[in-house]
C-alpha cells in the first residue's frame, strides 16, 4: 500500500483521521492509483480517481495538471466572488428563483436521490425520504414562504441622544460561503445549508462528503442541471481538495462532521478571520426515569438509536443512564421493541441502514471487542462484515474507562449506565463535554424542569428522540465540544446573513449643546439628557441647579 500524503493543513492524527465523518477512507491508495483527473462542468466541478495498472502516460501528465489545488481553488472563489460584487444574488427574485428550482429538483429527482441513498447507505427508502427528502423540502417550503418577511428590515427604537432620528437593522448576505457537509445524511445535511445560504442571497460552495459517493455525484448533477452556475458550485473530491479549499478567504464556512475536523477547518478559518458554524457531535445521552410509559419510552429510543441510519447520525441516542433497579426491566422493553420492528435476526433486516464504509465497521467492531467491554454485552453483538452490518448491541454498565465510553460511538451499540438515584445522571452528563442533543424520560415535573436548568446541550427534548430537528421553528447546532451556531428556517437566513445597523437622521435639528465649547450650562443640560431625567432637564433650561 501507498500512503497518501496530507498537505500540512490537514495533518491530524490517524486516530482523529479515523473518527471523522468528513475525511474517512482518504488516508491510502494502492501504487496502481494514479492522480486525479479533473471533469469541468458549466455548474460544478468533479474529481474522480482512476485506477490502471499501465505506466504514465501523456494522458495522466495531463491529469497532474489538472489536479484541483489552490490556485483552481482561488480562481473558483474569485469567479463567486465577482458574480456576487454584481449584485445579482442580493435580489429577491433571484433567491425566489433559486429556491423554486430547488423545490422542483426535490419532487422531479425523488427516486434518483432515493437510490443514491439506498447505494451508499442502504437506507431504508421510507427513512431515506422522511429524513433526507421531506426534511429538504420543509425547509425549502418554509423558506419560500417566508423569505420576503425575513428580508424586510427591523425597526428599532431610538433614544433622545439621536432625536430626531429612525433606525434598522438590515439583514444582507455575507458573500461566498463554504459548505462542507458530512455522509450519513449527505442529502438533506448538503441541502439545507444551501437553501439558508441562498436565501440570505450570498453564493456558494458545497464540498459533499467523498464517503458517500453516490449521494455526492448525484448532489453535482443536480445542482448543476438546476442552479445558476454563477452563484453554486459543487467540488467533489477527498481530503487534498478539501485542503485546497480551505486555504481560501470565505465570508462563512459551515462545516458537519467530527470535533477533531472541525478543530482543522476552525484553524484554517481562523487564518483569514472568517467565521464558522461548527455541527459536530458528541455523547449525546438519554436519560430514562422509571416513572413513564415503558413500552412508549422503548419504541422512542429505538426509533432514536437503531432506526436512525443504525446510530449513525449526531443527534442518536449515545448512552442511556437508568437506576440500576430499573435497567432489566428497561432492557427487556427495548429488547422486545427490536425484535418487533427488525425480527429475530436484525442484520438480515431490510429495514436498517449498513455501516458506511469498512473503516467505520472496524472501529465499531473494536469498540465492542475492548477488553473493558465485550463482557458487558447483554444483547446483540453479531456482525456480517460483508454486509457491514452489526446487529442493535446493549451493554450494562460499562466501565469509564472503556473505548465505547470515551468517544462517540456513531453506531448501532449503546450502553446503559446505571446509578441509585435518577438525579445522579446530572453529574455524569456534566462531567463530559456539552453533547449536542440531550433527552429525559420522565413524568416527573420536577425532573424535567431540573434537567432543562441544570443540563448545557445543543438541543433538548422531553420524552422523546431526534424529533426536534424536525422543528423549524427551533435552531439546530451545538454548545462546546459539539459545535458553535445554529441553523434550520430563520436561524439558517440569519446565520448566513450580516445584521448592519443602520441610523437615519436629518439636517432640520442640530443643537449646539452636543459640540464645544462645553460651557457649565451646557454641560448640565447634557448631563440631564444623558440620564434620561425630563424634570432634571426642565431644570438645566430654566438654569437651576440638580
Not at 459 to 484: K, Y
Not at 502 to 514: A, E, M, N, Q, T
Request: hydrophobic content about 40%; glycine content about 6%.
Amino acid at each position: 500500500m501507498k500512503t497518501l500524503s496530507l498537505p500540512p493543513l490537514l495533518t491530524p492524527t490517524p486516530s482523529a483521521l479515523l473518527g471523522s465523518r468528513a475525511f474517512a477512507n482518504t488516508l491510502t491508495l494502492t501504487t496502481k492509483c494514479f492522480p486525479k483527473q479533473l471533469h469541468f462542468h458549466s455548474r460544478c466541478v468533479v474529481f474522480s480517481t482512476h485506477s490502471t495498472s499501465a505506466t504514465l502516460s501523456v494522458e495522466s501528465e495531463v491529469e497532474k495538471k489538472q489536479v484541483f489545488d489552490g490556485d483552481k481553488a482561488s480562481l473558483l472563489v474569485s469567479e463567486l466572488r465577482k458574480n456576487f460584487d454584481t449584485g445579482k444574488s442580493k435580489s429577491y427574485e433571484w433567491r425566489i428563483s433559486q429556491l423554486e428550482s430547488i423545490a422542483k429538483m426535490l419532487v422531479e429527482k425523488e427516486e434518483e436521490i432515493i437510490d443514491a441513498l439506498v447505494k451508499d447507505l442502504s437506507k431504508p427508502r421510507m427513512e431515506a425520504y422522511i429524513t433526507e427528502i421531506f426534511q429538504a423540502k420543509t425547509s425549502c417550503n418554509e423558506t419560500l414562504q417566508e423569505l420576503k418577511h425575513w428580508m424586510k428590515p427591523e425597526k428599532v427604537s431610538t433614544s433622545i441622544t439621536t432625536f430626531p432620528s429612525s433606525a434598522e437593522i438590515v439583514s444582507e448576505p455575507l458573500g461566498v460561503v463554504l459548505i462542507i457537509s458530512t455522509w450519513n445524511f449527505p442529502f438533506s445535511l448538503s441541502l439545507d445549508p444551501i437553501i439558508g445560504a441562498i436565501a440570505a442571497g450570498n453564493t456558494v460552495v458545497l464540498k459533499p462528503s467523498e464517503i458517500s459517493p453516490a449521494t455526492s455525484s448525484l448532489l453535482a448533477n443536480l445542482l448543476e442541471t438546476y442552479l445558476d452556475n454563477s452563484a453554486v458550485r459543487v467540488v467533489e473530491g477527498a481530503v487534498p481538495e478539501t485542503t485546497a479549499l480551505l486555504e481560501q478567504k470565505w465570508d462563512k464556512i459551515l462545516y458537519t462532521g467530527s470535533a477533531r475536523v472541525g478543530r482543522i477547518v476552525m484553524a484554517a478559518a481562523a487564518k483569514h478571520l472568517t467565521p464558522v458554524i461548527l455541527e459536530l457531535g458528541g455523547k449525546c445521552p438519554a436519560v430514562v426515569d422509571s416513572n413513564i410509559n415503558l413500552q412508549v419510552t422503548a419504541r422512542r429510543i429505538i426509533a432514536g438509536k437503531w432506526a436512525c441510519n443504525s446510530g449513525q447520525a449526531c443527534i442518536s441516542v449515545d448512552y442511556i443512564i437508568t437506576r440500576k433497579d430499573f435497567a432489566p426491566t428497561l432492557i427487556t422493553a427495548l429488547k422486545d421493541g427490536l425484535e418487533e420492528f427488525f425480527g429475530k435476526d436484525p442484520i438480515e433486516s431490510k429495514d436498517m441502514s449498513r455501516i458506511v464504509s469498512p473503516t467505520q465497521f472496524a472501529r465499531l467492531v473494536r469498540l465492542l471487542d475492548d477488553d473493558k467491554a465485550s463482557d458487558k454485552i447483554v444483547l446483540g453483538g453479531q456482525r456480517d462484515e460483508k454486509k457491514s452490518k452489526i446487529a442493535p448491541t446493549i451493554l450494562l454498565d460499562v466501565p469509564e474507562e472503556a473505548m465505547v465510553m470515551q468517544e462517540e460511538i456513531f453506531g448501532p451499540i449503546l450502553p446503559i449506565i446505571t446509578v441509585d438515584n435518577i438525579e445522579d445522571s446530572f453529574s455524569i452528563i456534566k462531567s463530559r463535554p456539552k453533547p449536542l442533543a440531550a433527552y429525559l424520560f420522565t413524568n416527573n415535573e420536577q425532573l424535567k424542569k431540573d434537567y432543562v436548568d441544570k443540563i448545557s446541550s445543543g438541543g433538548m427534548l422531553i420524552n422523546d428522540a431526534v424529533v426536534h430537528v424536525a422543528t423549524r421553528g427551533l435552531p439546530f447546532g451545538g454548545v462546546g465540544e459539539s459545535g458553535m451556531g445554529a441553523y434550520h428556517g430563520k436561524f439558517s437566513f440569519d446565520s448566513f446573513s450580516h445584521k448592519k445597523a443602520v441610523l437615519y437622521k436629518g439636517f432640520d435639528s442640530d443643537p449646539s449643546i452636543r459640540y464645544p465649547p462645553y460651557t457649565p450650562e451646557k454641560a448640565k443640560l447634557l448631563r440631564a439628557i444623558l440620564d434620561g431625567s425630563i424634570f432634571h432637564i426642565i431644570l438645566a433650561l430654566l438654569g437651576w441647579s440638580k
